[in-house]
């Protein structure tokens, strides 16, 4: 994560992947390699990395979802990334990720569903109302013409 946070991407991505040859179960260094893809915006490398963490672990499926969402929506495999995005926020029952919220409405508003778009963040705002997260809803909210609730 210090790697990460330099922007040190080889570094850090060498680091993950020493924990997976160690330890192929240990599903957070997939994920930290999706992570690390995804903000480098290696698409299709990211959703290599989540599609294996997917399959090692029912822990790791939340986080691998989103993360393979993000991939498939960068890729413009809309219904793809609709798909596995619903099914991380199934996963999500305790509204750990309000990111994916974020996501959601993305795909909502490209598929030309502003009502479900503005639903989505609400629901970001609603759980993450002190994050981030929370304050690009109120910002994609506003843009979209529509106030929070």
């Given at each position: ?19 997976a040859v160690h330890?192929?179960s240990y599903w ?42 993000i991939a498939l ?77």
């Amino acid at each position: 994560r210090l790697l990460e946070a330099k922007q040190g991407w080889d570094e850090a991505r060498q680091a993950c992947s020493e924990a997976a040859v160690h330890n192929p179960s240990y599903w957070p260094a997939d994920v930290c390699i999706a992570e690390i893809d995804a903000q480098q915006q290696k698409w299709s490398d990211s959703l290599e990395e989540s599609n294996r963490a997917v399959s090692v672990n029912l822990d790791s499926k939340r986080f691998a979802y989103y993360l393979s969402a993000i991939a498939l929506f960068n890729l413009d495999k809309l219904y793809d990334a609709e798909s596995r995005a619903l099914e991380a926020e199934r996963l999500d029952s305790d509204h750990q990720l309000p990111p994916l919220r974020l996501l959601v409405a993305q795909i909502d508003e490209a598929k030309g569903d502003r009502p479900g778009a503005v639903t989505q963040l609400r629901e970001c705002l609603k759980y993450g109302k002190n994050s981030v997260a929370g304050d690009l809803a109120k910002h994609e909210l506003a843009r979209l013409g529509s106030e929070p609730n």
